[in-house]
């Protein structure tokens, strides 16, 4: 009895790239940034001619962000473009937050990701102006004076 045996070396042909512009963005508390997500299938397999791209976010609130699609189809040797704006709540703790953009596809396993940071800083603050004048003496041998205090609030 004879023996055969022989080495199968297995590929993976699925690819899609992720890549986010920009990648650090720095906004106050209750604003919103905007980031473009683009997707890149570079797909090897023979007659394979798109691919269902599986998108999510990890690392940010789910409520402060929203993402244009979470499942998109992206054509072989071709770029899709999506929007991701997050919204920081006006309650937000200051800081940078770190986050992951991931695209799967169909085997999640096939897999890519970019990472982000979101710093969100103080961009609230207040001005007071202090106008005042002096209209003269009065009868009692003072002075009569005035005051308008003015507040300004940006952010």
């Known amino acids: 009895s004879e023996t055969i045996s022989c080495d199968i070396k297995i590929n993976q042909g699925h690819f899609i790239d992720v890549e986010l512009i920009p990648n650090e963005q720095n906004i106050s508390q209750c604003k919103e940034a905007e980031f473009d997500i683009v997707l890149t299938n570079s797909t090897i397999v023979p007659n394979q001619e798109s691919?269902?791209?599986n998108l999510t976010i990890q690392g940010l609130d789910s409520t402060d962000f929203e993402l244009e699609s979470t499942q998109t189809i992206v054509s072989k040797n071709r770029e899709k473009q999506l929007s991701l704006k997050v919204t920081p709540s006006c309650t937000a703790e200051l800081g940078d937050y770190d986050f992951e953009v991931k695209a799967s596809m169909f085997n999640p396993d096939f897999y890519s990701t970019a990472r982000g940071t979101l710093s969100i800083f103080q961009g609230q603050n207040m001005e007071i102006e202090i106008?005042?004048?002096?209209?003269?003496?009065?009868?009692?041998?003072?002075?009569?004076a005035t005051a308008i205090i003015r507040f300004k609030v940006h952010g």
């Open 131 to 144: 106008e005042d004048s002096v209209d003269g003496l009065n009868s009692n041998g003072g002075c009569r």
């Open 51 to 53: 691919e269902l791209v």
